[in-house]
């Protein structure tokens, strides 16, 4: 009977890429194969193709790669947020309200920025400064009085006194007292300029999450009181006749916090040290809960490192009611809810975008059918073992494989094997390796030494773009974020690859991807086709990779383009940055590029003096010196 090939659906694009889970419902794909963003519009909502933008893009003249952002999914995320905060401080008829802070350190890029100003305004959504550069950032940019900023870091007197004089503007600007260090300069400040400071205390929880943040928490964390140095701080503000001043408590218990436990558990100690606080005579007011809030980046709803296993409704809701419960036991007043919400506000909205430049492929090149008469031993019993494959004899011919190669490599250093011979082998080597992972398909127990084997046979796709300019936390912190084709779903993808950058380091790579099961250490992707540029989308991107970026091998920042969607599911491109020209990013690295020039112009005249060159020749090579000066740091078709 023919065996029915099952024919290739978007669907099972949908679920080989898990864009269902990771996408939160702004990312999906088209019947026709696109990977698609999906806004909503008032009243429905409207999905724009990646492919639709990228021939906008090239269309301006923009070259791969392209920062992508989609204003509609910040504001969109910014609403999320604020408003499930309303959902549940209603639902749980909590009398406090919710005020959330962006943490500008996730993303200081000033058009985002902009966009938060704007979007966050309705909300009265401030700004959490933790250097002097952000404050004066989220001094100029906060939307109204009724925003709050949230000082946190080092603060020098210079910090303090412009944030005095900005609260005397009639602004909320909070002093998060971080070290006991800090309260002495504080007082003295503020009486100098008889301005009343609003003071925060950040305190050491004992609760801790789990995650890669893990140490932000518990009571070897770096910033923050503990409970010694908590009642030092309020017995000396009592001395100064200074307690009405402290309005806040404030806790950060370190980033993508997985597990929804831990964060119940963190908020009720917390409420504890404000019920506290206030029976000490505070005044108080405001509980601010920092940052934490995860994003699903691998889309299996998981307490794993890279995945959350609560929704944003939960979270708040968990949030609210643990609050609540413990004030209410104390008959404590509800504060104000503040968050620091970086990473979940801004990741989805930004999306990294780059072509594929060429590919190695794990495939063996040509094998005669029979041994060359001259070869080694060891060479023909590859042959053997080729010929010999079936279900019942694959660890024993990899063993056979593993050892005839060694021996043949052996051979070679002593120089009994000729290159060409060591290339039939490790052509036989491969394509042996090939068959025994399609016959591990075929038996009913892999043995365990081969059950990685078919994730070790991949191609290698090189991407035009650095891991290290824009997604450093892959080479920093392993991080996962989605990757995948963004268009030719309709296609089954059937080569396994990793990704290699193009800065030619062996750390330049993504070889850990999401999947909804476990990470795999391939992705699947399509045969490039002729002249077709054939393109990737890594998406999540917003939060912490751009500032973190740096320029190893002098590739510079990309172009950023920001894309507004609107309710008839035009587009338009309302900001565009160039990302560094090659004399831009030499300059950040104190070369003159004129001087470069000069000194290049000065050997093209010698070698025209020398006769080398002739002196067109020399015009020749001078256009290319100034021209790629001028150029992108990336690949340019
Ligand atoms: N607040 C503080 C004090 C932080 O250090 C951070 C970053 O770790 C954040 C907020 C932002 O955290 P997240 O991006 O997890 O929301």
């Known amino acids: 009977m023919q065996k029915i090939h099952k024919q290739w659906t978007i669907s099972d694009a949908a679920n080989t890429y898990g864009i269902?889970?990771?996408?939160?419902?702004?990312?999906?794909?088209?019947?026709?194969?696109?990977?698609?963003?999906?806004?909503?519009?008032?009243?429905?909502?409207?999905?724009?193709?990646?492919?639709?933008?990228?021939?906008?893009?090239?269309?301006?003249?923009?070259?791969?790669?392209?920062?992508?952002?989609?204003?509609?999914?910040?504001?969109?995320?910014?609403?999320r947020l604020n408003e499930s905060f309303r959902t549940s401080i209603k639902g749980n008829g909590y009398q406090g309200r919710y005020?959330?802070?962006?943490?500008?350190?996730?993303?200081?890029?000033?058009?985002?920025?902009?966009?938060?100003?704007?979007?966050?305004?309705?909300?009265?959504?401030?700004?959490?400064?933790?250097?002097?550069?952000?404050?004066?950032?989220?001094?100029?940019?906060?939307?109204?009085?009724?925003?709050?900023?949230?000082?946190?870091?080092?603060?020098?007197?210079?910090f303090i006194d412009l944030g005095l004089q900005t609260t005397r503007m009639g602004y909320k600007v909070f002093f998060v007292i971080e070290t006991p260090t800090e309260l002495p300069t504080i007082l003295e400040r503020s009486r100098s300029l008889g301005i009343k400071p609003l003071i925060g205390i950040r305190i050491k929880l004992a609760s801790q999450a789990g995650g890669h943040w893990q140490d932000s928490g518990g009571d070897n964390s770096l910033f923050g009181?503990?409970?010694?140095?908590?009642?030092?701080?309020?017995?000396?503000?009592?001395?100064?006749?200074?307690?009405?001043?402290?309005?806040?408590?404030?806790?950060?218990l370190g980033s993508q916090i997985p597990n929804i436990r831990d964060i119940r558990t963190a908020v009720r100690e917390t409420a504890?040290?404000?019920?506290?606080?206030?029976?000490?005579?505070?005044?108080?007011?405001?509980?601010?809960?920092?940052?934490?809030?995860?994003?699903?980046?691998?889309?299996?709803?998981?307490?794993?490192?890279?995945?959350?296993?609560?929704?944003?409704?939960?979270?708040?809701?968990?949030?609210?009611?643990?609050?609540?419960?413990?004030?209410?036991?104390?008959?404590?007043?509800?504060?104000?809810?503040?968050?620091?919400?970086?990473?979940?506000?801004?990741?989805?909205?930004?999306?990294?975008?780059?072509?594929?430049?060429?590919?190695?492929?794990?495939?063996?090149?040509?094998?005669?059918?029979?041994?060359?008469?001259?070869?080694?031993?060891?060479?023909?019993?590859?042959?053997?073992v080729r010929q010999s494959m079936t279900t019942r004899n694959v660890q024993e011919c990899y063993n056979d494989a593993v050892y005839y190669r060694s021996e043949v490599r052996e051979d070679f250093q002593s120089g009994n094997v000729s290159l060409r011979q060591r290339a039939l082998a490790d052509n036989l080597f491969l394509d042996i390796m090939l068959g025994i992972s399609r016959l591990l398909t075929k038996v009913k127990r892999v043995p365990r030494e081969l059950d990685d084997l078919a994730e070790s046979l991949y191609d290698t796709y090189y991407g035009n773009f650095s891991v290290f300019q824009s997604l450093p936390d892959v080479w920093a912190i392993e991080q996962i974020?989605?990757?995948?084709?963004?268009?030719?779903?309709?296609?089954?993808?059937?080569?396994?690859?990793?990704?290699?950058?193009?800065?030619?380091?062996?750390?330049?790579?993504?070889?850990?991807?999401?999947?909804i099961h476990d990470v795999r250490k391939t992705i699947p992707l399509h045969e490039l086709k002729g002249n077709e540029e054939y393109y990737l989308?890594?998406?999540?991107?917003?939060?912490?990779?751009?500032?973190?970026?740096?320029?190893?091998?002098?590739l510079g920042d990309t172009h950023v383009v920001s894309v507004r969607i609107n309710p008839d599911g035009s587009f338009d491109f309302v900001r565009e940055i160039e990302g560094d020209s090659i004399a831009d990013v030499l300059s950040y690295v104190e070369y003159q590029p004129k001087d470069l020039i000069e000194?290049?112009?000065?050997?093209?005249?010698?070698?025209?003096?020398?006769?080398?060159?002739?002196?067109?020749?020399?015009?020749?090579?001078?256009?290319?010196?100034?021209?790629?000066m001028r150029g992108y740091t990336y690949f340019e078709r």
């Open 481 to 515: 974020f989605p990757v995948m084709p963004i268009h030719r779903l309709t296609e089954e993808p059937k080569r396994q690859a990793i990704l290699a950058d193009i800065t030619c380091d062996s750390d330049g790579k993504i070889d850990t991807f999401a999947d």
């Open 20 to 79: 269902k889970e990771w996408g939160a419902g702004y990312f999906d794909l088209s019947d026709s194969g696109d990977v698609v963003v999906r806004v909503q519009t008032e009243d429905s909502s409207v999905s724009v193709s990646f492919m639709d933008i990228i021939e906008g893009l090239d269309a301006r003249g923009f070259s791969m790669p392209v920062l992508l952002r989609i204003e509609n999914l910040l504001d969109q995320q910014m609403s």
């Open 99 to 158: 005020q959330g802070v962006f943490p500008i350190k996730v993303n200081q890029q000033a058009q985002v920025i902009d966009e938060i100003t704007r979007f966050g305004e309705r909300y009265d959504h401030g700004f959490e400064a933790g250097s002097k550069a952000e404050l004066l950032i989220a001094l100029a940019k906060v939307p109204s009085k009724d925003s709050l900023i949230i000082c946190n870091g080092y603060k020098d007197p210079e």
């Open 272 to 384: 504890r040290f404000y019920a506290d606080l206030v029976n000490e005579g505070c005044p108080m007011g405001y509980i601010d809960i920092g940052g934490g809030l995860a994003v699903d980046y691998d889309g299996s709803q998981t307490n794993f490192l890279h995945s959350k296993n609560y929704n944003l409704d939960e979270y708040t809701w968990d949030v609210v009611e643990v609050l609540q419960s413990v004030l209410d036991e104390k008959e404590i007043p509800h504060p104000t809810i503040i968050t620091e919400s970086g990473r979940a506000t801004v990741a989805y909205s930004s999306i990294l975008l780059f072509n594929i430049l060429d590919v190695t492929e794990s495939r063996p090149g040509p094998i005669p059918e029979e041994p060359p008469e001259d070869v080694p031993d060891s060479i023909r019993n590859l042959y053997e």
């Open 537 to 554: 989308g890594v998406f999540l991107v917003g939060a912490y990779q751009e500032t973190l970026g740096d320029l190893h091998n002098l």
């Open 599 to 628: 000194l290049f112009r000065q050997k093209a005249e010698d070698a025209v003096r020398a006769g080398t060159i002739t002196a067109q020749q020399r015009r020749i090579v001078m256009n290319a010196y100034e021209e790629s």
């Open 225 to 252: 009181l503990t409970t010694g140095q908590l009642v030092d701080v309020i017995d000396t503000l009592k001395t100064e006749d200074m307690l009405d001043s402290v309005r806040l408590l404030h806790y950060h």
